[in-house]
């Protein structure tokens, strides 16, 4: 167990609703990452930090955006979600000295 | 070409025999490379990282890595019907920068009984 909590784990929205979702981890690692899992297309970066208020985009970061103003806290936010981010969206610390990943057990949302 | 090419499957295999999974890589400046399980429905987990060239064994699972051919395989033996999932094959290229995984779409495995 990796200490990471996500939340919501499902959330059904309207399209042109802001959401967030929100990454917790208790074991103080620097680095935290955002997936989106689609059918098809595997996992696929949408953005991470690599320390308080340290971040970066990742591969399909259009129309999402991130804080990290604690430690153990990283929000994406979608300020107005599309049916295009209907997804599963799954955080990841990394482990320093190794690289490895480790998720948590992922968010689900659906925007109608 | 993608960056991490896996085939998707699905692959069957009978239960008691060898699953080989493979995947290959476009960054020849790679260094790190991890193999995930994940359960329908369930998040991604670590079954193996490998670093250098050659294999990397624990339990029934046995990790090969070629960096001159740039791909890497997993080999699950005596294969269990619990074995059943998608297998992601995850890369750390140097020219994405570093820090920062590219996955594969993955390949679905289902052990036949």
């Known amino acids: 167990d990796a200490g990471i909590t996500q939340s919501p784990r499902h959330k059904v929205t309207e399209t042109g609703t802001p959401v967030t979702l929100r990454c917790h981890q208790t074991e103080n690692h620097r680095y935290m990452y955002w997936y989106r899992q689609d059918p098809g297309h595997g996992l696929r970066l949408i953005h991470y930090s690599y320390g308080v208020k340290d971040t970066d985009k990742g591969e399909v970061s259009d129309g999402y955006s991130v804080s990290r103003s604690k430690t153990e806290d990283f929000l994406l936010t979608l300020e107005s979600a599309t049916s295009s981010q209907t997804s599963v969206y799954f955080c990841a610390i990394r482990a320093s000295l190794t690289g490895e990943l480790f998720f948590g057990e992922g968010s689900r949302l659906t925007v109608l | 070409q993608k960056e991490v090419e896996q085939n998707s499957g699905p692959l069957s295999v009978p239960e008691g025999a060898i699953a080989s999974l493979n995947c290959t890589y476009s960054d020849r400046g790679s260094q790190s490379f991890f193999w995930y399980r994940q359960y329908s429905g369930k998040s991604p987990e670590l079954i193996m990282s490998?670093?250098?060239?050659g294999d990397k064994e624990d339990g029934r699972f046995t990790a090969q890595l070629n960096k001159a051919s740039q791909y890497v395989s997993l080999l699950i033996r005596d294969s269990q019907p619990s074995d059943s999932a998608t297998y992601l094959c995850?890369?750390?290229?140097?020219?994405?920068?570093?820090?920062?995984?590219?996955f594969g779409t993955g390949t679905r495995l289902t052990i036949i009984p």
């Open positions: 995850a890369v750390e290229p140097v020219n994405s920068g570093n820090e920062k995984l590219t």
């Open positions: 490998i670093y250098s060239n």
